[in-house]
């Protein structure tokens, strides 16, 4: 999946239920590349929460 | 002698039905990711392009197709910016089912000559009496006499040639200044639906860009009984291609994961590639049979991680749905009669009853996605308050990654305030017959519905 609506660092995503993979736009200097997701029991102040570090 | 004639008889006969078969799809033997009609933000998009406005037409023949023409025609007399550009430049996706169909592929095609055009092409025709005259024509008995070519390859006929051009869906992709059209048909063995995009057809291992256009809009209005299915050939898969991540994570969750809704989604597109052999062939019927209001798709597209709306390349401050709904409610008169209505009548309401009730739960749909978002966005700025108001420590909670206003705005005849006009539309028939005068009719009353929105008139208030 890639995310082009300028997301801030931090920001609150909603997805629909189920299995996402998430990832970032170029360039690809992180990682992991991608991560498979299937968040539950989340709310927009209490969201899943995705780490990707840069290399 | 007489065994001459008869055998040229037979021969001609042959020759005339052998050769009748339908316009066959293209297969597409390599797959490439970036090739054919797929969305794409547009090309010109910039950082002062804050808008993203998202159509869908109905279907209703040809009231849906000028009500959507009239929304069409108030959206180009809209100057926004400080009349730097009207609301139609704004257009990013229409998505549209039958007779709405016409509308959005012309405009499409032909971008503003719609303006100029169409009413003669298409809404002031008697499409339904040129069909009929074609049907009676005896070189077309000989036709239809093939199982490869029905009732609706005449019409395909006809569109293609009088309406449409000949123009493909490559011409489609070379107007890159046009929002993207999205034609939605009814996959008749799965229900569901078939969105004509090249990722649809990437499926069937099939091109989209050498097919008619007009064969994509005869198949998203082909109705139930007066026209017969459209066929697609079902290829092997092409060389490198895969299901997208979206699919697979549906097929993943299983139907009692946590979303039955895009389990069954991915299965019935998964299908025509894990399982060819059973589905050599994909048949295709008017798009109202699983969503006659065009927006099943807008609802999937904000849902699913791969739709359009989250492949924008800039930040939006406005959302923007307009949805053309052209449905009637012709005053009924079966219980008046204590005998059971007679068959014509309870064929036509199984094929238009469900179609209504889900028109309506689609609708709702969308409100109450849009409804969470912005639900999530107020939760997010309450909770803040009340940190900041009770809390020295400065925390801040992530805000919303996407933050932009929404605007929902259905034009409905029912929403007409004067009653014996609101009466006289809500009691059109749905034919391709209408005369000038109802087009005419139906054109201002798109405009006038969208104007007197209050919804509508609060965006143009922000963007103007």
């Given at each position: 999946m890639r995310f082009f609506w300028r997301l801030h660092t931090g920001g609150v995503i909603q997805l629909e239920a189920g299995t996402h993979t998430i990832t970032l736009e170029k360039?690809?200097?992180?990682?992991?590349?991608e991560q498979d997701v299937n968040p539950s029991g989340t709310s927009p102040i209490q969201p899943h929460k995705i780490y990707f570090s840069k290399v | 002698m007489k065994t001459i004639q008869r055998t040229s008889v037979l021969i001609l006969f042959l020759i005339l039905t052998g050769c009748a078969h339908y316009l066959v799809n293209a297969p597409k033997p390599n797959y490439e990711a970036d090739f054919g009609y797929r969305y794409l933000p547009k090309a010109q998009t910039t950082e002062q392009d804050k808008i993203y406005v998202v159509l869908a037409f109905s279907g209703g023949g040809t009231r849906a197709a000028a009500l959507s023409y009239g929304i069409m025609e108030k959206l180009k007399a809209t100057p926004i910016q400080n009349g730097s550009k009207t609301l139609l430049d704004e257009v990013d996706v229409i998505s549209s089912v039958s007779g709405g169909s016409f509308t959005a592929a012309y405009y499409g095609l032909f971008g503003d000559q719609l303006f100029s055009d169409f009413k003669d092409k298409f809404l002031y025709r008697d499409i339904q009496g040129e069909l009929t005259q074609k049907l009676f024509n005896p070189v077309n008995w000989f036709r239809l006499m093939s199982p490869y070519f029905n009732r609706i390859d005449l019409a395909i006929e006809l569109y293609n040639e009088t309406v449409f051009d000949q123009k493909t869906y490559q011409d489609l992709m070379n107007n890159g200044k046009q929002p993207f059209i999205a034609i939605n048909a009814t996959n008749l063995t799965t229900g569901s639906q078939f969105t004509f995009t090249q990722p649809a057809f990437d499926i069937l291992g099939s091109d989209l860009s050498i097919l008619p256009v007009a064969r994509a809009v005869a198949s998203s209005s082909a109705f139930p009984i007066l026209l017969s299915p459209v066929s697609y050939n079902n290829y092997p898969a092409s060389k490198g291609f895969d299901l997208s991540k979206d699919i697979k994570n549906g097929l993943k969750d299983k139907y009692n994961g946590p979303n039955p809704r895009r389990y069954m989604w991915a299965y019935n597109q998964s299908v025509y590639h894990t399982n060819k052999t059973k589905h050599p062939y994909v048949h295709l019927m008017d798009g109202g049979l699983s969503d006659n209001i065009g927006v099943r798709y807008i609802a999937d597209n904000f849902s699913h991680s791969s739709g359009f709306l989250f492949q924008r390349k800039t930040a939006i401050n406005e959302l923007i749905i307009i949805i053309s709904n052209a449905k009637t409610q012709p005053p009924e008169s079966l219980d008046e009669d204590e005998s059971p209505p007679n068959l014509i009548d309870v064929v036509y309401k199984t094929a238009t009853v469900s179609m209504d009730n889900y028109s309506f739960e689609t609708i709702q749909l969308i409100s109450d996605i849009l409804k969470i978002s912005e639900h999530a966005a107020r939760e997010i700025l309450h909770c803040q308050a009340i940190i900041d108001e009770h809390c020295s420590s400065g925390y801040k909670l992530p805000r919303m990654g996407h933050d932009f206003k929404v605007t929902l705005v259905e034009v409905n005849f029912l929403n007409v305030e004067d009653s014996a006009k609101r009466q006289s539309l809500l009691s059109l028939p749905t034919s391709f017959n209408l005369s000038e005068q109802q087009v005419d009719e139906l054109i201002i009353v798109g405009g006038e519905l969208l104007d007197q929105s209050k919804a509508f008139n609060e965006l143009l208030t922000r963007i103007k």
């Open positions: 360039p690809k200097n992180f990682s992991p590349i | -």
